[in-house]
């Protein structure tokens, strides 16, 4: 049978790596970003790849009064979902969002709130029919550190609000998915001076990552996986020994 998926920042190259897998297997994409111009050449390739249909809704999706209309859009296009894969994100500038509070507010509405309430609603409205969403956060989230607490706390406080929604559709037919990337080379990174050494993976294999978890439901993943350790040390680190860190 063929999914329907719905794409929660279909301009994000890691959205748009995870959207060729799934148009190889014939699956039908609503694809929602804001910008037409990359949603339209994306819905081309996937088509080109396979794709049975691509529809586009063009919106700001962080903006946190037109949530609900712009579930409404996507779902003018396909009245269910197999797949909701939540994407979009901002990685922002630390330095300058702490001395403009206007940026910060930008970092933890585009990364906490506006995801926050679009998982609301897109259960809120789910049918009797199984539902996979899966979440992009971040291993930022998992300890808060000088150089992106603003991001990191967002991609954390997301965390949270995924485990209640987990707990509470823990019977049921929709399974939440978190999936942890730590450094990938796509746009967002582009500013980092040191990008492509050995800890970071490219979109596609985020991509596999996204699709084997989605297909397995496990409710947290690491990718690549071994950031799980990485993660590990990092959160049980001595607060004496962090606080040296310049991280
Ligand atoms: N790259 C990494 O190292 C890394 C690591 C951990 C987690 N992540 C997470 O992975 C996800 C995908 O990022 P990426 O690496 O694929 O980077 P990317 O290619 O830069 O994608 C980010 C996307 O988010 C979209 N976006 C931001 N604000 C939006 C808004 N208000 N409305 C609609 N779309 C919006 C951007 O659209 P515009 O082009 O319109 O701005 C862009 O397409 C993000 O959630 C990010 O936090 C990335």
Redesign the pocket.
Known sequence: MTQRILIL?A?????HAYARLKAKEGAAFVL????TD?LEANAADLMARGASSTALVA?????LSAVEATMAACRAHSATFDEVLL?????GDQARAEADLTQARTLID??FT?AALWLLALVKEAALTPLTIVV?????GDRGRKTNFI?GAA?GGLERFVEGMQHAHASGRVRIVLI??????????DGIANQGGPLWAT?EAVAGDIVKAARSGRPCVYTPWFWWGIMTTVRNLPRAVFNRLNI
């Open positions: 920042g301009t994000s190259a890691i959205a929602a970003g804001r910008r990359m919106a700001d999706l962080a903006d994407a979009y994100g901002m990685l585009v990364n506006s992009v956060g971040s291993v930022a991001y991609k942890k990337p730590g450094f990938v080379i796509t746009p967002m990174t979109a």
